[in-house]
């Protein structure tokens, strides 16, 4: 029996212990505040398992709400049922976005859920990556520095887990979301598949792009750079 990888190491630990290593401890509780609004707000990083029905109806929800149209546009359609099972995949992890007046202890209820991102980390193409599945927020949350504040959970956890890039899949046409991820310092992914050119000459588009961006400081870089010539050089 071989033994497991790193990366599956890592997808294995328990979540108290996942949390110990690679969550960024400082972003678990944050207040934002404004001239109108003075909010406290809770981030909770849970798995797949560990939400509760009543918090994967609403991430659920939030899904439906914000990109069934999307799907439904797109050539794949929009399948709740698909949607869901993909949703619950065992390695999912969870952060989950709340008030935090209204909940107290870690690991207590997240209700309602005003924003979540889900990812996993896995290997894309043969590179160890940090994968973010989804992001959504209640429409009442946006454009308040929340999503980028997600991302950079992703982000910090892909950089301790030490994995290349941080990647995610969006559709084309939700033109808000690309200039966010841009905004954030994403780029079209080099494995992001190209127009194809049918027998017939027509170029076929396809409606959605992957974006990544790079976790490994210029340093590392440049080190892994030098390890991959000389491995490649024999
Ligand atoms: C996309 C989404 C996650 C962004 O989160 P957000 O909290 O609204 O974004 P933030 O306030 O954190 O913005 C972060 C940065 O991106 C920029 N940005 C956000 N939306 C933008 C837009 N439509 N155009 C240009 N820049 C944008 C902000 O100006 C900000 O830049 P700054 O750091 O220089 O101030 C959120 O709007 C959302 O949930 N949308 C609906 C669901 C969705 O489309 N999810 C993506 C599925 S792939």
Not at 2 to 24: E, G, I, N
Request: charged share 35%; with cysteine; aromatic share 8%.
């Amino acid at each position: 029996m071989s033994l497991p990888s790193r990366l599956d190491a890592l997808k294995d630990l328990p979540l108290s212990t996942f949390r110990a290593k690679l969550w960024p401890h400082n972003d678990s509780c944050f207040k934002i505040s404004g001239p109108t609004d003075d909010e406290s707000w809770r981030l909770q990083l849970r798995t797949s398992e560990g939400l509760s029905d009543a918090e994967f109806t609403s991430c659920f929800s939030l899904v439906r709400e914000t990109s069934a149209a999307d799907y439904k546009a797109s050539p794949d359609g929009w399948h709740p049922v698909k949607k869901r099972k993909e949703m619950r995949l065992r390695d999912m992890r969870y952060i989950l976005l709340g008030r935090a007046s209204l909940r107290q202890p870690e690991g207590g209820p997240c209700l309602p859920v005003d924003g979540f991102l889900s990812f996993m980390l896995t290997w894309e193409d043969g590179i160890e990556v940090i994968y973010c599945y989804e992001i959504h927020l209640d429409e009442h949350v946006r454009g308040r520095g929340m999503g980028k504040r997600l991302m950079g959970c992703l982000e910090e956890v892909g950089r301790k887990a030490e994995v290349k890039k941080a990647m995610l899949t969006v559709f084309k046409k939700n033109k808000a979301a690309v200039k966010f991820y841009e905004r954030l310092g994403y780029g079209e992914d080099e494995f992001s598949p190209r127009p194809k050119k049918l027998r017939n000459g027509v170029v076929k588009e396809l409606d959605y792009l992957i974006m990544s961006k790079s976790l490994i400081s210029g340093t590392k870089n440049r080190e892994k750079e030098r390890q991959r010539k000389r491995k490649a050089a024999g």
